[in-house]
C-alpha cells in the first residue's frame, strides 16, 4: 500500500466519521434539513484538507529554517 492510498484512506474514515457523528446528531434534533445541518456536513469534508495544509506548511518551515 502506498503512502497516498494510506493518507487517503485515513482521510476518508476521519470524514466518514464526523459526517456519522452529525448526521445521528440531527436525527436527534429532530431530523429537520436546514442550512446549518447542511454546512456543517460539507465542514466535516472540509476540515482534515485545513489541517493537512497547516502540517504541510509547518513542515516545510520547518525545513527550511
Not at 38 to 63: D, F, I, K, N, S
Request: aromatic share 10%; hydrophobic share 50%; proline share 2%.
Amino acid at each position: 500500500m502506498t503512502l497516498t492510498a494510506l493518507l487517503m484512506a485515513g482521510y476518508t474514515f476521519i470524514a466518514l466519521r464526523f459526517i456519522d457523528c452529525s448526521l445521528r446528531e440531527g436525527e436527534d434534533n429532530g431530523g429537520q434539513w436546514d442550512i446549518e445541518r447542511g454546512l456543517g456536513l460539507l465542514l466535516c469534508l472540509v476540515w482534515p484538507l485545513a489541517l493537512a495544509g497547516t502540517l504541510l506548511v509547518a513542515y516545510q518551515e520547518r525545513e527550511i529554517g
